[in-house]
């Protein structure tokens, strides 16, 4: 059984320049198998929509995963790999809906903990902007991931046009204030073998 990761060495920060070799070698790592990676010009347009809801995982000196989120008309989603779709103005009707467009974790530290913990991470930006929701695209069979973390399927809304491949689907769960109930930040929980599985 591998042990989770302790959160504290972990360290969440925005996104920075000099990242996008290790962002883009993560994507590759976790989409190109599966025919779904989008290449560097399209994650940094994305970034580029919204810095401050987009950030890096780091462990010691070593990036190991990242999150990409962008505000985003809710029940519409960014075509795959259409990076002058992600550098255009967010339109004013993506208010409160935060799209969690990408969300990776190296693959020798997947189902420790740490997608969680960047998945409160995102919670915390969320309700700090006033949203009301997030949403994702979940890929590769991943839904049942997402539907544990309290994510709900909505059918049909992802066009066979966008690129995210056969299976995808839009889901989206309310930002909700934190609550005595609420897991700890870190606390570690099972994932699929690609925590990210998302687009």
């Keep these: 059984m591998t042990e989770p990761l302790h959160p504290e060495a972990a360290v969440i920060r925005p996104l920075v320049d000099g990242d996008w070799d290790a962002v883009a070698e993560l994507e590759r790592d ?17 970034a580029n929509a919204s810095p401050a809801t987009c950030f890096t995982l780091d462990l010691g000196l070593r990036t190991v995963g990242y999150v990409l989120a962008l505000p985003y008309p809710a029940f519409r ?10 550098s255009r103005t967010v339109p004013s009707a993506a208010e409160g809906n ?11 530290l997947r189902r420790r903990g740490l997608a969680q913990h960047l998945l409160h991470h995102l919670g915390r930006i969320a309700r700090a902007r006033g949203d009301a929701r997030i949403s994702l695209v979940s890929v590769g069979g991943s839904e049942g991931f997402w539907s544990a973390r309290g994510f ?10 966008s690129g995210y491949g056969a299976g995808a689907v839009y889901m989206s769960k309310p930002v909700r204030a934190p609550g005595p109930a609420s897991a700890p930040a870190g606390a570690p929980r099972r994932g699929p073998a690609m925590h990210h599985e998302v687009r």
Excluded: F, K, M, N
């Excluded at 935060?98 to 020798?108: E, K, R, T």
């Design 77 to 86: 989603c960014p075509g795959l790999g259409r990076a002058e779709e992600a």
């Design 98 to 108: 935060l799209h969690l467009h990408d969300i990776v974790v190296a693959g020798p």
């Design 152 to 161: 709900v399927p909505h059918p049909r809304i992802v066009p066979a046009e």
């Design 30 to 46: 976790a989409y190109g198998s599966i025919g779904l990676s989008e290449g560097r010009a399209a994650l940094q347009a994305r």
